[in-house]
């Protein structure tokens, strides 16, 4: 069996076996990571991180549109971050790219520590709704502290549920609903908007409405 098609039924497996964690049942595609990517300038020479890289849908057209960045994949699933490793190097790209399998909460606080310069870019895919209210809280601030000031957290999620938690600590955030992908995602653009504060839980849920502030 092509090796391709077996790192996409191995993602489909995770997507069963650990649904949670998963938070999907096939990879993204084209035009919802296109439409991810795109505030990412090609000639960007810094770092990006990107959480919840799975098997490379996003890491590898990320890759090839930011060829002097220094990207920092990870993922939390031993058997995804191995064939996200065989994935990018079929795909022909070896050094740029370094992946990383641990959890972003582990990650996080270690790129804070060792890092001179903090990334422009923090990408991710995690399922933040599988995730405990308190655990979204917590990883959101992780985020924002790991992020340089003129930067962008860019995150995408197949429902507005976190949406509220994540403007509470970026006050610049803009939604982009992308119906081109299966199922259909919302995209957050989110950014710190210069200054620092701590991440405080919304008062109450956020409900669908208007995208974009
Ligand atoms: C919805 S999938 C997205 C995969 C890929 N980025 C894509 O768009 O096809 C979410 C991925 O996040 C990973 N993940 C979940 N929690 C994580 C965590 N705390 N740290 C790192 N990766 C995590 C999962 O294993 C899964 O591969």
């Not at 890092?115 to 870019?121: S, T």
């Not at 209210?133 to 990883?139: D, E, S």
Request: glycine share 6%.
């Amino acid at each position: 069996m092509d090796k391709k098609f077996e790192s996409y039924l191995r993602f489909v497996w995770a997507g069963i076996s650990k649904q949670v964690q998963t938070g999907a049942i096939i990879p993204s595609q084209k035009f919802l990571v296109d439409k991810m990517i795109a505030p990412i300038p090609a000639s960007y020479r810094g770092t990006i991180v990107e959480l919840g890289a799975g098997t490379g849908a996003l890491t590898i057209r990320l890759a090839r549109r930011c060829p002097e960045a220094k990207i920092v994949a990870c993922e939390i699933n031993p058997e995804l971050a191995r064939d996200l490793r065989q994935n990018l190097r079929r795909a022909g790209i070896n050094g740029e790219v370094e992946v990383v399998s641990e959890p972003a909460e582990k990650l996080l606080p270690r790129l804070r520590s060792k890092a001179a310069e903090k990334p422009k870019y923090i990408v991710s895919g995690i399922p933040l709704g599988n995730v405990p209210r308190k655990n979204t809280l917590a990883l959101i601030e992780q985020i924002k502290r790991s992020l340089a000031d003129d930067g962008m957290y860019i995150q995408f999620q197949y429902s507005l549920l976190d949406r509220a938690k994540i403007r509470a600590a970026f006050p610049r955030l803009r939604t982009a609903h992308v119906l081109l992908n299966f199922p259909p995602a919302f995209i957050y653009f989110a950014s710190k908007g210069g200054h620092s504060t701590t991440v405080r839980p919304p008062a109450r849920a956020s409900r669908p409405g208007s995208l974009r502030r």
